[in-house]
């Protein structure tokens, strides 16, 4: 996008893994704390080793690090997640007791407020080797769910047995299926450059939906879903939070300008604690840190 935009720039590639990559053993919300798969990129730009990172949105914690900002948003993704089964194209039809893999909280109490009888069981690894063990008997997954944006990213568009999951029944997470350009926040020179890839709809999306995360005490390991929608600079903003185990959903949804998009994601994040939130995540943050 920095090459279309920007004729003789010259960019360079820096892959870097982060301590999310590197641990695929333990689950995520044990060892999810603030800068999972954040940190390795962000000592990078402070040291002036890169000029931009890249994250997934989903992954950036809600508060801008000291000295760094989100200096674009492009454009968003597809937001929705991915049944990955040879067994059945709905959860409603996966058989009884059948064992899902997923590392997400989020995606486990949304099932299981649908399907309380399934399995749910953890898994780790990039797309290729959750696809593998998948496919594997060895490792006794009937199903995987993974985040549509993803797969798209990487190529995988061809999957017969990838199958979207209505929103109606899994909401995503806050930022899912968008992107966070991240700069030093005093550098007037690189800055600039960024804003050919601002997308203003999608940034006030993710505005609203990260602030309801931050209304809440932010946390992206938790199971908290929000999905704000921009039509002709008007927000809608749809957001719950469950417990772990799916028994209990707190669901909440308003609508306000985009440039009031900070605004409606604390509103909703505070209908939310009067709810009982607090309670349902407490627990869960509880159940992590013992």
């Known amino acids: 996008m920095l090459l279309d935009a920007w004729n003789g720039l010259k960019v360079d590639i820096v ?22 798969f954040t940190a390795e990129l962000e000592a ?37 997640d991915l049944l990955i089964s040879h067994q059945a194209d709905r959860l409603e039809d996966l058989p009884s007791g059948a064992v899902v893999g997923t590392s997400s909280l989020r995606r486990a109490a949304q099932i299981l407020a649908l399907r309380p009888d399934l399995r749910i069981k953890d ?6 080797t959750r696809l593998r063990k998948l496919d594997d008997p060895a490792y ?56 050919a890839l601002e997308h203003p709809p999608t940034r006030a999306a993710v505005t609203a939906e990260r602030a309801f995360l931050a209304g809440l005490g932010g946390g992206c390991s938790l199971p908290v879903a929000a999905l704000g ?5 008007h ?6 939070v469950a417990s772990a185990d799916g028994r209990r959903v707190i669901r909440v949804s308003g609508s306000a300008s985009a440039e009031s998009a900070q605004a409606l994601g604390r509103q909703l994040a505070a209908e939310a604690l009067a709810q009982g939130a607090q309670e349902l995540l407490q627990t869960i943050r509880s159940a992590y840190s013992a």
Do not use: W
């Open 229 to 233: 929608t921009v039509i002709d600079h």
């Open 123 to 128: 898994i780790r690894g990039n797309v290729d």
């Open 15 to 36: 892959f870097m893994d982060t301590q999310g990559d590197l641990n695929r053993h333990d689950p995520l919300p044990a060892i999810g704390g603030k800068g999972l």
């Open 44 to 80: 990078a730009l402070r040291e002036d080793r890169i000029d931009l990172a890249v994250h997934s949105l989903k992954d950036l914690p809600v508060e801008d690090s000291p000295g760094l900002a989100v200096a674009a948003v492009p454009e968003r993704a597809d937001t929705q």
């Open 235 to 240: 927000l809608d903003l749809q957001a719950l």
């Open 140 to 195: 006794g997954y009937d199903a995987i769910l993974l985040a549509l944006a993803g797969l798209q990213r990487l190529g995988h568009t061809d999957l017969p047995y990838a199958h979207p999951i209505p929103l109606a029944t899994v909401l995503p997470a806050p930022g899912q299926g968008a992107l966070a350009v991240q700069a030093r926040a005093n550098d007037a020179e690189i800055r600039p450059y960024l804003l």
